[in-house]
C-alpha cells in the first residue's frame, strides 16, 4: 500500500542545509497499523508528511499501490489526496465558522460530492451525533478531534494519517478518541499511519517504527515495543 524508497529530506534554515530524512526505506502493507515514535526533531512528522503525499522529497520515491506519487500531476495529486486519504492532526484545524456536519462536508465539497447523510453518519460513528449544529468553539477539546476524525473518514479513505492526534488532549479523552479511531479503522481495513511521542500508545500498532536522526533506527511489532 505505502512504499518509500530511498527518500531523503532536507530544509533551509538561514542558508543553511539541514538534512531531515536520510535515506528512509519503508513498506506498510494495506491494513496495517503503524505508529512513528522517536524523539522530538528526529524526522517523524516529516516522514509523515512525505508519506501522506503533503511533502514532496529531495530524492527518493513514495508509492501509493502501485503509483509513484510525486510523479503525478499536481491536479492528480490533489485528485488522490482527497480520494485516498485522511488527514487528522494534533490542531484539529478545524473552521470555526462552520459547524461541526460542515466542517465533515468540507472534502466532499472539495471533491465535487458532498453528502449531507454520509457526514452525518459519520459524526454519529465518532458519538456527536447530538452535536452535530454545534460550532468548534462550543465543542471540547475531545470532540472537536471527533470531528476531525470524522472529516478524515467521510470521503472513505484507504489510508489514515494521524499526526499527534491525542497530543492536545488529556489521557482520558486521548484514549477515548484513540479507541474510536482504531475502531473505525478496524471497521474499514484501513491502513494507519501514526506520528506519537506517547510510546504509551504504540501498543494499540502492529508495529512501531523508531526515528532518530532521519533513519529508521528501530522496528518492533506492538508486543515487543
Known amino acids: 500500500m505505502i512504499k518509500a524508497t530511498n527518500v531523503h529530506r532536507s530544509y ?5 542545509e539541514v538534512s531531515v530524512l536520510r535515506g528512509i526505506n519503508l513498506e506498510i502493507k494495506a491494513g496495517e497499523k503503524i ?3 522517536g524523539p522530538s526533531g528526529a524526522g517523524k512528522t516529516t516522514l509523515m508528511y512525505t508519506l501522506a503525499g503533503l511533502e514532496r522529497p529531495n530524492d527518493g520515491e513514495v508509492f501509493l499501490g502501485e503509483t509513484s506519487f510525486y510523479k503525478l500531476s499536481s491536479g492528480a495529486q490533489a485528485n488522490l489526496r482527497n480520494d485516498k486519504i485522511g488527514y487528522i492532526f494534533q490542531s484539529y484545524f478545524l473552521l470555526p465558522e462552520l459547524t461541526a456536519i460542515e ?4 472534502p466532499g465539497m472539495i471533491g465535487g460530492k458532498s453528502d449531507r447523510e454520509k457526514a452525518k453518519a459519520a459524526l454519529t460513528r465518532v458519538g456527536l451525533a447530538e452535536r452535530i449544529d454545534h460550532l468548534p468553539a462550543e465543542l471540547s477539546g475531545g470532540e472537536q478531534q471527533r470531528v476531525a476524525i470524522a472529516r478524515a473518514l467521510v470521503n ?3 489510508i489514515i494519517f494521524a499526526d499527534e492526534p491525542t497530543g492536545n488532549l488529556d489521557s482520558r479523552n486521548g484514549e477515548e478518541v484513540m479507541k474510536i479511531l482504531l475502531e473505525v ?3 474499514r481495513n484501513a491502513t ?3 506520528v506519537t511521542h506517547d510510546t504509551s500508545l504504540s501498543r494499540h500498532g502492529d508495529r512501531v517504527l523508531t ?4 533513519k529508521i ?3 518492533l511489532s506492538a508486543v515487543e515495543a
Open 103 to 106: 466542517n465533515v462536508l468540507v
Open 192 to 194: 494507519l499511519v501514526v
Open 185 to 187: 479503522v478496524a471497521e
Open 35 to 37: 505508529f512513528l515514535c
Open 12 to 16: 533551509f534554515l538561514a542558508k543553511k
Open 211 to 214: 526515528i532518530k536522526d532521519g
Open 156 to 158: 472513505d479513505p484507504s
Open 217 to 219: 533506527a528501530d522496528e
